[in-house]
């Protein structure tokens, strides 16, 4: 398992390969960025939701679920060793309804063990399918380790006593989620927990936040904040908690007062971007460790 806050990770030559492993979101393009500033030269497949996205400049071969067998010769053929998975898939496959390659057939079996249970199932078990076939799996901070979010408050404005408080309440639910492998992101109040994230996602979650206070479920002056953490035991390879500026956009619209993530185990896609765009929606952003990360201070 990589080691968070660790250095980055060089190409072993210049102009060493890099597989990309690609969903759909601004973070495969930011990874693809450090990489390629770094020395290595980005080879991205792209899945889910990263298929029909413009790549350029970087090599790219979009591979629809019936064609998943296909990735480990690609690789292969495209001489590389080490790999990196990053962005969203948020549709898992369905291979009763495709017609898969004869590679991705004989396949099958494994795929089907890959894609049971939740995200962080799925994808230990699909990096253990590629790490079979010897290539060597990164995580997107051994790339991109200035992505990594700094603990502390990153906004003028900070928690108060009463958000601090919501902060804890969430921290503690967001690990309970966790636990049972279904999500990471936690909508609360300094009383009560208002929301889940569920497979549905963080963005649709907030939409459900935004829905709820419309309706007077929950009220104006009620002080709500979005908390989003790994997941006990999570591999820190895959799937980082992460926030963009379409989050600040929507945790403004569904009238939040701000946002904590795990200081060093979540990621910033844009950093000084979504501080500004924060500051503008005078919404908070902050880094939690110690007693707050954990969740210790409940009343």
């Known amino acids: 398992m990589s080691a968070v806050g660790s250095q980055v990770v060089g190409p072993s030559f210049p102009g060493e390969p890099l597989g990309v492993i690609s969903g759909g979101g601004d973070l495969p393009r930011v990874v693809c960025e450090a990489a390629k500033a770094h020395g290595w030269e980005p080879t991205i497949v792209s899945i889910g939701d990263g298929i029909g996205l413009d790549w350029a400049p970087y090599a790219s071969r ?9 990735a480990f010769d690609h690789f292969q053929k ?6 990196v998975f990053c962005g969203t898939v948020s549709i898992r496959p369905d291979y009763r309804s495709i017609l898969p390659s004869l590679r991705t057939i004989a396949m ?10 939740g995200d ?6 699909a ?3 590629f790490e079979k076939r010897g290539f060597e799996v990164l995580a997107v901070q051994d790339i991109a380790p200035e992505l990594l979010m700094p603990s502390g408050c990153l906004t003028r404005q900070s928690p108060s006593a009463v958000e601090d408080t919501a902060i804890a309440r969430g921290i ?5 989620l966790g636990a049972l492998d279904v999500g990471q992101a936690v909508v609360a109040s300094k009383d009560r927990v208002i929301a889940l994230e569920g497979i549905e996602g963080t963005r649709e979650m907030l939409q459900r936040v935004a829905d709820l206070r419309r309706r007077g479920r929950v009220g104006p002056a009620e002080r709500c904040v979005l908390v989003k953490g790994v997941k006990p035991d999570q591999d820190l390879r895959f799937d980082l908690p992460a926030i963009g500026i379409s989050t600040i956009e929507e945790a403004a619209a569904a009238g939040l007062a701000g946002i904590a993530l795990s200081a060093g185990h979540a990621l910033v896609i844009r950093l000084e ?13 902050v880094g939690t460790t110690g007693d707050r990360q954990r969740g210790e201070s409940l009343p």
Do not use: Y
Not at 62 to 70: C, E, F, K
């Open 172 to 176: 503690a639910a967001a690990t309970a």
């Open 62 to 70: 979009p591979m629809p679920w019936g064609q998943l067998g296909n």
């Open 120 to 125: 962080d199932t799925l994808l230990r078990a």
């Open 273 to 285: 971007e979504v501080v500004a765009a924060a500051e503008i929606s005078r919404l908070f952003i």
């Open 108 to 117: 099958l079996p494994e795929i089907f063990r890959v894609i049971r249970g």
């Open 127 to 129: 990096a253990a399918a």
């Open 78 to 83: 495209s001489g590389v060793k080490r790999l």
